[in-house]
């Protein structure tokens, strides 16, 4: 089985042919955010068009997004300015008219989610979380093999709960939120604190031997492990899975980590990478997973 799987960001939209879990053909394209939907929706149907003659001819289109996202009607309910014009687009109507095929979308960390409990480090738990730390915080869990959702597809918005009153500004117009420090650009801004003045956090492993370097670290980690001991008292998962580019840094950062969670073996690092939200994206045509969400439906009315 072929299935075409993309993963919808602010940056960029990457597309998958997924077998088997694997990525068998792969593309990305720039996402056109200045010409608003229009722009969003024509970088879309690039990665669709380049890819989708080499999906089985009866397979459905799976859609990873970010944004707050309702499985059931295929729309974006909510996304910030970094996608303009990108809330409230029905994008599975306008995905299944210009393919002639069925079209799925989930938000990107519950596509991601679903990608690592079928193939990656969530395998064989019925329980599991996932944070992924890129530029936001991005959050889903999965409780007794069903993915919570909330009432309206917006439960476990983590990176927006509070951690310090009075904090950092965040880009939903609140202050203090886990996202400000609890991400990429959390880390970045927490280094610019101790002075080290890193455009990007690549950067940071060439300070590694300075006490700016160790400060930095101290204090992402205490702050990570806060968000970690929450949603751990709430979930009590069998797996909390960080994915997200930070993951990709982990020697700067995880065993620091580690020693101040409390369970640190529950911990585990993304196996599908940066690629599981398009593998997620091609499961969610699974009747078993769209159940998940016709039964927050039925349980909402
Ligand atoms: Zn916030």
Avoid at 141 to 157: E, H, N, Q
Wanted: charged residues 25%; negative net charge; glycine residues 12%.
């Amino acid at each position: 089985m072929k299935s075409l799987g993309i993963d919808v960001g602010a940056t960029t939209i990457k597309g998958g042919i997924v077998s088997d879990g694997k990525i068998v053909r792969y593309c990305k394209v720039p996402t056109d955010t200045e010409n608003g939907a229009e722009g969003i929706l024509r970088s879309l149907y690039t990665v669709i068009e380049r890819l989708i003659g080499y999906a089985d001819a009866d397979s459905a289109v799976g859609i990873s997004s970010t944004g707050d996202i309702d499985p059931v009607e295929g729309k974006v309910i909510y996304a910030t300015d970094v996608m303009p014009e990108y809330s409230g687009v029905d994008i599975k109507k306008l995905v299944e008219s210009h393919t002639g095929r069925s079209a799925f979308i989930a938000n990107d960390c519950v596509s991601a989610l679903i990608g690592e409990m079928r193939y990656g480090a969530g395998k064989g738990c019925r329980d599991a979380v996932m944070l992924t730390l890129g530029t936001g915080l991005g959050f889903a869990a999965c409780t007794d093999g069903k993915i919570l959702t909330g009432s309206r597809f917006r439960a476990g918005r983590f990176g927006h709960v509070l951690l310090y009153k009075d904090g950092r500004r965040c880009p939903c117009g609140r202050q203090g939120c886990n996202e400000a420090y609890v991400s990429a650009t959390g880390l970045m801004r927490t280094a610019h604190k101790h002075g080290l003045m890193i455009a990007d956090c690549n950067e940071l492993a060439q300070y590694k031997d300075t006490q700016a370097f160790r400060e930095t670290i101290g204090e992402f980690t205490d702050d990570f492990a806060a968000v970690i001991w929450n949603v751990a008292a709430i979930f009590d998962p069998e797996a909390i899975v960080i994915g997200g580019g930070l993951v990709h840094l982990r020697e700067l950062w995880w065993d620091e980590l580690a020693k101040k969670v409390p369970d640190p073996q529950l911990l585990r690092a993304a196996q599908l990478g940066n690629e599981s939200g398009i593998i997620g994206a091609t499961l969610l045509e699974e009747p078993d997973i769209a159940k998940s969400w016709k039964e927050a439906e039925y349980e909402a009315v």
